[in-house]
């Protein structure tokens, strides 16, 4: 009971803080936001970090919705919120709009959006399109503000300049957003990180990371940066999935977690990741990593030597995204990681209308690689993926 009032007063502070921090021109939000806090015990249920130095204090645990949610009561987001799930990222993009729409339907019936903290993304190629996306999402959410504003899957560190930062810098001074940062899906991420560290004025990155990127030591210096300058962390694709039949070559057995439980300890473990966002599109799939985010026990030795196993084992099927690397060696035109990432979508996660959707999306010169092409591409690639015969999967599989 103690340790409950304890966390209650650190949130309470917390909240405090960010309306320290935030400003006069914030103070309609400040309120809000503090009588939300007052009214709720669901804040307390899962374990909450500080958001780099925004002043933050953040659930660890957050579901993403680009999967489809149910426009009249979707029942996966009302049992995450009364586990202490409140955090949902969104997209202009998701579901072309229905993702934020059924979100603001979801506010409502929870009894206000004051209740959650919403990000959402605009994948805009311009800084202008960045800028005035933003009423678009509030539109869709119905709501006059959001918690974070991310800059949609940038690839590359020329991007992250000045002129963003100032973007971001406006749109927080309108209320229209709290925070802001940027996604990444691919590329380099440590050129990405390094930069923003070294730039400063970014709240939160969000950026693929799971299991397999233990030991990447320049990975780990440029998160330690982003640390140091006050950057918020959030990991992405954490289940570092492969297809199953692959994945089933390690049994992995523990007394204590699912192998998906498992894998999401594994990035926690990483106090530099302030919170992890999770697809979940099943109640059971829900239950699971709520349990797991409750749960105060940690992975064993046993079971993160496992863990560094299937990485190992499995490396070949699993991409992660470092574009710069095949791509840039074969010519600027290739799309090799949209490929394996679409088909990842449909091996792993059986997601294969929107693996197709996506896939025909991509440029047909962009999907299609001469064998001398794909051999270049494979000779770069660190994961040691056969990118010949895994884009020829691709073009079977989606390209109907
Ligand atoms: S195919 Fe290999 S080099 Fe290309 S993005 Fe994937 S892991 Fe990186």
Known sequence: MKECNLKRRQFLKSVALSAATIGLSHQPFAARAEAA???????QKIPHRPLGNTGASVPILHIGTAQTLDQEYDKILHLLFREGVYWLDTALSYGWGSSQKAIATFAEQIGGREKLWLTSKSGSYSLNGFIEDIDECLADLRTDYLDLYLRHSVGDADEINKDLIQAGEQLKK?????FFGFSSHGGDVVALLNKAAQLGGIDAILFSYNFRRYGHRELSLAMDNC???GIGLIAMKTMGAVPRDAEAVLDFTSQNFTLGQAKLKSVWADERIDSVVVEMDSTRVARENVAA???EVQLSATEVHQLGRLAAMTASYSCQGCSHLCEKAVNNRAHIADCLRYLMYHESYGKTDKAKELYHQIPLHSRS???????????VCPQGIDIKTRLELARKLLDN
């Open 37 to 43: 806090a007052l009214n709720t015990e669901y804040l």
């Open 174 to 178: 309108s209320g229209k957003t709290r």
């Open 227 to 229: 640390k140091e300058a």
């Open 293 to 295: 985010a409750q749960s």
């Open 369 to 379: 690689l001469t064998i001398q092409e794909t051999t270049l591409a494979q000779s």
